[in-house]
């Protein structure tokens, strides 16, 4: 299929047509004489030229551009080879948990910033920005080179699910459905094929994410049958993850899911995108701001990210915290800061371990070997016993400046249901008498220093971030409830 307007016109000036093109209703000139005919409501790709001498890179702005950023994967065609090793490799370079690019502000989320980034070196098309209703017919010049807001606009989630719906068959997209069972598109991934998901929220802000190939390290979740129950996925949004399973929409949601089919054969592979004479980026056209990046920008239907995430995960796991609370007197909003943090809002809950509880010589229950990452003051094996090191870095910049951050495989508890972890959780904070000054504090942020100061984590912003999320999203308030009288250990 042609993916762009010279594609086309060639396959049509050649005779050479890859599939039936209806009759256009609209034919305009192309320089040098040549005349094309273009298909009714089938308009060719497109790209917001890149500034010249403006690299576009992960740790800086320009959210509407393509990268081209040196060192960069190359950009595949749309003739790209079906490469889950070329995949894997794009979901590492892009780094979306620690790339600025991604990152979240106050007032936005970026998934659709990093679907584009990923579907631009995958190889299928799908538009950082599309065509506005008034442009029918684009000439070479304005493919070229397009106009941002007068000739284009930005892509949100929600109308990225539109653009699927009446454009992506134009561009290989098929739409799949699952029923449930993901087994089908997760071997799509495995296979090397880009598979989206992409819902539309009718009362705010959607969400796009990628299913990618399941690596050594990463899995879907698979049920006693071998079918898979939650997909692997990698996302940008209100929580950025490189690898999650989290089944984040709903049965009644308007989620969809497509596939590009990447063909078999060598990889056609494109350079990075050029820089021209003629740019909008970076205030040139008074468009693209810092206080109107990505999704805040006021063309944009909503931010792209569902942000109802972490309101799901305190509606469904509040009670259990609260429960806690009344029989072990950890503060309710403690525990739901720390299982939101340790899980990822529920994404990386591996045996309903939502607290990151390791399994030592103690525990009698189940166990599981599960990869993690510590922060340690050295980097001498023969004193940290784990039975699998994975990797070790040395840290240069931030709070953790001159430690290592040592990749590991560890033993976890396993628990059969999630009140099994949040019990066993504040069991072992109240009975712990490493944990006893935190029963001494008065409120929520002193307790989570106690504890981080107790070595519950190595992270030494671990304090910090449990009280970022508590602040947040006002977890006190649930630490109205009344609690058991309990004496100090």
């Known amino acids: ?24 209703r609209n034919t305009r000139s192309m320089s040098r004489g040549m005349r094309y005919s273009f298909p009714f409501n089938t308009l060719p790709s497109v790209h ?30 749309a003739a790209a080879t079906a490469d889950p090793g070329f995949l894997t490799q794009i979901v590492n370079w892009l780094d979306v948990e620690h790339s600025a690019r991604y990152q979240r502000t106050p007032s936005s989320t970026y998934c659709n ?27 070479p010049a304005q493919v070229a080179n397009p106009v941002y807001a007068t000739e284009v606009s930005e892509q949100s989630a929600n109308s990225l699910y539109n653009w699927f719906a009446t454009q992506g068959a134009n561009f290989n997209w098929t739409e799949e459905t699952p029923n449930g069972d993901y087994t089908n598109l997760q071997t799509l991934a495995n296979q090397g094929h880009v598979v989206i998901i992409v819902y539309r929220n009718p009362n705010g802000s959607g969400h796009i994410c990628m299913i990618v190939p399941e690596t050594e390290g990463h899995a879907a979740v698979r049920n006693a049958q071998q079918r898979v129950t939650q ?24 989620v969809k899911f497509y596939v590009n089919r990447l063909q078999a054969g060598s990889v056609s592979l494109m350079p990075a995108p050029a820089a021209t004479a003629h740019s909008y980026f970076a205030d040139a056209q008074g468009f693209e701001t810092d206080s109107y990046s990505g999704d805040d920008y006021p063309y944009r239907d909503a931010i792209a990210e569902q942000l109802s995430v972490q309101d799901d995960f305190i509606t469904q796991y509040s009670s259990y915290a609260t429960d806690s609370m009344r029989t072990t007197r950890v503060p309710a909003s403690i525990t739901l800061a720390q299982a939101a943090l340790e899980s990822g809002w529920g994404r990386h809950a591996p045996g309903f371990n939502f607290f990151g509880i390791k399994a030592g010589r103690n525990w009698t229950g189940q ?7 510590e922060i340690h003051s050295d980097n001498d094996r023969s004193r940290h016993n784990y039975p699998e090191v994975i990797s070790i870095e040395a840290i240069t910049e931030g709070r953790s400046a001159g430690r290592f951050r ?11 249901n999630a009140r099994e972890s949040f019990d066993d959780h504040g069991n072992l904070l109240r009975n712990s008498s490493r944990y006893a000054a935190a029963f001494a504090t008065t409120n929520a942020a002193d307790f989570a220093r106690e504890i981080a100061r107790a070595g519950y984590a190595t992270d030494p912003n671990y304090a910090a971030s449990l009280t970022s999320i508590i602040s947040r999203y006002n977890l006190t308030r649930f630490d109205a409830a009344p609690a058991a009288p309990i004496h100090n250990p």
């Open 48 to 77: 917001l030229a890149n500034a010249r001498n403006s690299p576009i890179t992960r740790a800086a702005g320009g959210r509407a551009h393509r990268l081209n950023e040196a060192g960069q994967p190359q950009m595949r065609g």
């Open 367 to 373: 166990r599981q070997l599960l990869r993690t990452t």
């Open 231 to 254: 997909p692997l996925q990698s996302q940008a949004g209100a929580a950025n993850y490189k690898y999650s399973t989290r089944v984040w929409w709903g049965r009644n949601d308007a």
């Open 1 to 24: 299929m042609a993916t762009n307007l010279f594609d086309l016109a060639t396959e049509l000036s050649l005779g050479r047509k890859k599939r039936s093109v209806p009759r256009a």
């Open 113 to 139: 910033i990093y679907a584009y980034d990923f579907c631009c070196f995958a190889g299928p098309f799908l538009p950082r920005v599309w065509w506005n209703p008034s442009v029918t017919s684009p000439t």
């Open 406 to 416: 040592w990749t590991v495989r560890d033993h976890f508890r396993q628990y059969a």
